[in-house]
């Protein structure tokens, strides 16, 4: 079995992630254990969500190697989730 330390290093950053995650959800609960909404913390999931999206792309489904129009188009994807989410959850909170 071969060791490949670039997928060592991907996995690595993609657990620091959700670790980072999981200290902004800690983080968001209140003293009672209640969340506390705000928008730094939800932007903030949406973002790491986003590069954990892209690094799975570009590592674990090897767009990396494709061409260039496959990873621009990925790269578009994101960019569209992220601007969707983002607007509806701005909207949402000024429609409420």
Known sequence: ???NKRLLIVWVILALLTLGYLWIDRSAAGQAGSLKSSAVVTVSVIVIALIKVRII???FM???SAPV???RLTDAWIMLMA???LS???VGMRLA
């Open 1 to 3: 079995m071969k060791f």
């Open 57 to 59: 792309f570009r590592e």
């Open 83 to 85: 601007v969707a989410m």
């Open 88 to 90: 509806c959850y701005f």
């Open 69 to 71: 129009l496959l990873c």
């Open 62 to 64: 090897e767009v990396r």
